[in-house]
């Protein structure tokens, strides 16, 4: 999709840039990695008043073009890059009104880049709670820059910063902040001419960032640092020097244009709530109480769409039977493709309401809140604060949580939270651990408020949370390094959600989560489906010729005999000898050979469990009688009659699951963070021994 213009997002974190680029591009965006780096990049496009269009890059939050991470790195490196295909034409820097000191610290730093620059004052109406006044025409025409005042949660001067961008100037108008070649001239003359700089500012961050610049040569840096040498170059005085010099020109323009009254009522809102939300005893309840109300909201609310989506699944099966011609191509799409996908699909209602409590949490301030509180049990157990927002982020996915250890500068605090990320409960478990649940908990209400089901999830999400603190604790003193780590975070005033947003992200969740396991599923439902219906040598004539002896067909009515036929031919087929292979090991769990072909395909992605169970029992079962995979797993029987699904051998499975790392992707992006094998192989392996063990003893406590 091509695009007239480039606009580049900049902004310190909650400012409101993650809000204003789903305002500016609502659902026609996309999420990708900025080229040569595992780092989230979001895109998207937007049309201008002038029938052109622009795309949206929505750069990381940085307080500062001083990264103190990978992610903030990025930053710089799109800006000042003139090789990065994301360069932007135009750079939009987001100012929080309400905080304008704090902000105005990096659009300094980015204005004297030398980029076109539109400033966006947002969060307008809560400077004006707080008493701020800000003459905004006073401030444009300080900076030299277009000043556009808007609201993004309210929508407000969205049009206004459409034209600002629409007719922005080509060339860099703002006035100079500080007087940067002062700060080094020398060196900062000499590597301009000797790298072709033509910007001073630009020279002056190669001077300090070279050694992390990924656009530069090794050669060119090592050149860099002989300068530096030369010149007598800090550039930890430079950085203090610079910052000084721009707090003055920030002190002299809010002076100018921004009068405020002695009042701070968000403020002192937000800090009222906090005494009560971070208490160090109430805090830790409310969120007990808000995870209890979120488990129980995602089975009471999804009940009734999940039974729809299954009835309609069961519908078109039936449907495709009869309309179909028999035969192979036919139980391929019906009892292959179709079942594994159902047995996923079922689950979009609870994963949009996971998601969508998930949004709102970050929305309202609240999961900063989460993240402060335990950082005083993470420092316990050996990890650093900014452990806590991969572990929390571990709820809905592993894979981005594990790229967001970058933010953890201390490098055994990093190691830690990596190989501990996994044992968090993801959202790809959700729909093993609801099935399970639903088999063997009986839906009733406890306290005329909780249900029990409800109640069983939520102890299995903070299961997960405990297992992986107490793994943290023991590698605590596994690992050995010197580093100390620190924790500094700002915490948001209180907001209300914003709906729109909660909906995009409950739509863009829901719809990954169908794309990604999706493919998968399909995948593996094909592989299944052929290893299920074909076997080796001549054993399925045999036991065809078999069941045709007159014994058979006198004492079994035609739909039990076919059920038989169908249950041998499944045993004795590539997928049943494989099942077979591996029962011995897994016997001791309670499993059997049907469910140990569901652990082999769920090392692709956890949630092909649900799909590998409703293909197994859709090939084991009459095709005459389309059930839902629940009703199938809850109907299953052993040769000796008891159904297989009991609740020791549910809750065993479910502590399988818990600990092993039934995850190609997240083995992917652990070697791709680690740079090495022994680290996704040794996490492997000591979640497989734990799956193994807690499986075990669950299920002889519960036989």
């Known amino acids: 999709m091509n695009a007239d213009i480039k606009v580049a997002l900049v902004g310190n974190p909650n400012t409101g840039k993650s809000t204003l680029f789903n305002v500016l591009t609502g659902l026609n965006q996309k999420i990708g990695n900025f080229p040569g780096v595992t780092v989230d990049k979001k895109t998207g496009f937007c049309d201008l008043p002038d029938g052109r269009r622009a795309q949206i890059i929505d750069l990381p939050g940085t307080y500062s073009l001083y990264p103190k991470s990978r992610d903030e790195s990025i930053v710089f490196s799109v800006l000042a890059d003139k090789s990065n295909p994301l360069r932007p034409d135009l750079v939009v820097v987001i100012l929080d009104a309400s905080n304008l000191k704090r902000n105005l610290l990096l659009y300094t730093q980015v204005a004297d880049l030398k980029l076109p620059v539109v400033v966006a004052l947002n969060m307008m109406d809560l400077a004006k709670k707080g008493g701020i006044t800000i003459d905004v025409n006073a401030f444009a025409q300080k900076l030299g820059v277009p000043v556009v005042p808007i609201s993004a949660r309210k929508n407000e001067g969205i049009d206004q910063l459409k034209s600002a ?297 903070l299961f997960s949370l405990i297992s992986a603190v107490t793994v943290a604790f023991v590698m605590k003193y596994l690992l050995k390094a010197r580093e100390r780590g620190y924790f500094i975070m700002e915490l948001p005033v209180y907001r209300m959600p914003r709906w729109k947003n909660v909906g995009y992200s409950m739509y863009d969740r829901a719809k990954a989560f169908v794309l990604q396991a999706g493919k998968v599923i399909i995948a593996v439902s094909v592989i299944l489906w052929v290893l299920a219906s074909y076997g080796p040598g001549d054993r399925f004539e045999r036991i065809e010729q078999k069941y045709k002896q007159p014994q058979y067909a006198q004492h079994l009515k035609p739909d039990d005999l076919h059920r038989v036929v169908a249950s041998e031919k499944l045993e004795n087929s590539y997928a049943g000898v494989l099942g077979h292979v591996i029962e011995p090991v897994i016997k001791p769990l309670g499993f059997d050979w049907k469910i140990g072909i569901a652990l082999i395909t769920s090392f692709a992605a956890r949630e092909v469990f649900v799909g590998t169970m409703a293909t197994i029992y859709s090939v084991d079962g009459d095709a005459e009688k389309m059930e839902s995979v629940q009703q199938k797993m809850h109907t299953a029987k052993n040769p000796d009659g008891n159904p297989v699904f009991t609740v020791a051998v549910a809750f065993s499975l479910m502590m399988f699951y818990a600990f092993a790392m039934q995850c190609a992707s997240t083995v992917a992006v652990v070697y791709r963070e680690t740079k090495n094998w022994r680290w996704p192989a040794s996490q492997f392996a000591y979640m497989t021994v734990l799956a193994y063990l807690a499986s075990l003893i669950t299920y002889h406590l519960l036989k």
């Open 165 to 461: 961008i629409n007719y922005a100037n080509k060339i860099a108008l703002q006035e100079d902040t500080i007087d940067v070649e002062a700060m080094a001239p020398q060196l900062i003359a000499k590597i301009s001419e000797e790298m072709q700089v033509d910007n001073p500012y630009y020279a002056l961050q190669l001077a300090h960032q070279h050694e992390t610049i990924n656009f530069l040569t090794s050669a060119e840096s090592d050149r860099i640092e002989e300068l530096e040498q030369e010149f007598n170059f800090h550039s930890q005085k430079a950085q203090a020097s610079e910052t000084i010099a721009r707090y003055n020109f920030i002190n002299d323009l809010l002076y100018d244009t921004v009068k405020r009254q002695e009042t701070a009522q968000d403020e002192s809102v937000s800090n009222k709530i906090d005494k009560v939300l971070t208490h160090k005893t109430f805090g830790f309840i409310i969120f007990f109480a808000i995870l209890l109300f979120i488990f129980q909201s995602i089975f009471a609310w999804s009940a009734y769409p999940m039974e729809l989506i299954g009835d309609l699944f069961v519908w078109v099966q039936s449907s495709l039977h009869t309309i179909l011609p028999a035969g192979p191509l036919t139980n391929l799409l019906v009892d292959g493709v179709i079942a594994g996908l159902s047995g996923v699909m079922v689950f979009i209602p609870q994963i949009a309401i996971l998601f969508g409590f998930i949004s709102i949490l970050e929305d309202t301030g609240y999961m900063s809140r989460v993240t402060f509180m335990m950082d005083r049990i993470m420092r316990k157990v050996g990890l650093n604060g900014k452990s806590v927002v991969p572990l929390i982020g571990g709820f809905a996915c592993a894979v981005p949580s594990i790229m967001s250890t970058r933010n953890i500068e201390n490098w055994k605090d990093r190691m830690i939270t990596i190989m501990v990320t996994p044992l968090v409960t993801c959202s790809a478990r959700l729909p093993v651990y609801t099935l399970l649940i639903a088999l063997v908990v009986p839906n009733k209400n406890v306290w005329w408020v909780f249900n029990l089901p409800g109640l069983a999830l939520t102890g299995m999400y």
